[in-house]
């Protein structure tokens, strides 16, 4: 197995598992509330950039209808780059609120590159597997 592969595959267990824990729609509270993920497989887009079809990990959408609600990007120490600002976060975040998943620990990074290209977003949280507790998630 490569590095790839498994950094992948945490990638798509760990948005899996924010979804679960932090946008459990529909819920009693919001009942018209859907939670929809793009991982490993696009399902639902939120616009379009440069011709391509915007798709991020996690999508909140209000049914009747598909009104965008809130989304959610996951990412990984090494997905944390000037490509992954301008190419990711800055389109998404001008089609609605934008919440940022970093791993513990890179938050500032994380704030320069925001700043850097003038990029807004909801908020910033933090994500951590501990070993007997699980997934931790944390607003940074």
């Keep these: 197995m490569t590095v790839k592969y498994l950094r992948d595959q945490r990638h798509t267990g760990t948005v899996a598992e924010i979804a679960k824990l932090k946008f459990p729609f529909p819920s009693d509270e919001h009942p018209d509330y859907e939670t929809l993920i793009n991982e490993p497989k696009p399902v639902i887009s ?80 933090t994500w951590r597997f501990r070993p007997v507790w699980g997934l931790d998630v944390a607003e940074a």
């Design 46 to 125: 939120v616009g379009e950039h440069n011709g391509k079809d915007l798709f991020p990990d996690i999508v909140v959408v209000r049914r009747p209808g598909q009104w965008l609600t809130m989304m959610a990007e996951v990412e990984t120490a090494d997905s944390i780059t000037d490509e992954t600002a301008v190419e990711q976060w800055l389109p998404f975040s001008k089609c609605g609120d934008l919440l940022l998943y970093v791993p513990f620990g890179c938050v500032p990074e994380t704030k320069k590159l925001l700043k850097k290209h003038r990029i807004k977003v909801k908020g910033i949280r």
